[in-house]
């Protein structure tokens, strides 16, 4: 599968976590006019709410809400995601293909065994990128930097980005994914883990790590390792200067 390359490519264990995690990012993207891409590791086909066909449905119609290129699906198996040398691979040749500047993935700490496995593969497939035996159609891609996005861990974060001017579109973003967020818990009849309330839970993360650099509202970013900056010039950028 040949596609364009983008700035920014972002991967999700399920079909709503980029927008769940990182949607506020993705918008002020859009905004910007930066090019990212979307890879859904499974369809979210064992979930207790909605069909994979819903599903796949809320999806593409979020991508396009959000100005996504192209979104993608590994179809890996829901609740049954691992970090294994097939799937690294996987995530290494979509990474090839797109050659992203930036990669975003779930933080590979979270109390979904999914949304964990999915962290790590991304995580442990920076080798795989720049392998040049690596039976793999596309030629190796080293990004700039590999960013982890929280999901339900509070891990003290090595940047947030201030998501307030964003975050009213973000709400009505995770509306698009009706068979997940339109009801609470308790709507639902499934059993909550954690706040029943998904969007006032999502608010109030989203507040605290906005509180964390003295904004209403922000999404946390996490770095396994030192992150380059080119200059000084670089260091004002991030402060907003």
Known sequence: MALMSVDVLFFGA???DVEWGAGGIALLLRDGGVSFAIVDMTNGEMGSRGTPEQRQGESATAAKFLGASSRESLNLPDCGLLDSPNNRQLVANAIRRHRPKLVLAPYWEDRHPDHAAAGLIV???QLYCALTKLDDPNPPH???A????PLHQF???ALVVDTTSVFQRKLELLRIHRSQFEKTAEEFGVIAHGVGDYLFGLESRDRYFGSLVGV???EALISDRPVRLSGVNDVLSLMGG
């Not at 590999?146 to 996005?149: A, E, K, M, N, T």
């Open 14 to 16: 399920h079909p709503d």
């Open 123 to 125: 995580r442990n497939s």
């Open 142 to 144: 080293k990004p700039g």
């Open 146 to 149: 590999f960013l982890f996005y």
């Open 155 to 157: 891990e003290q974060p």
């Open 216 to 218: 209403h509202h922000g």
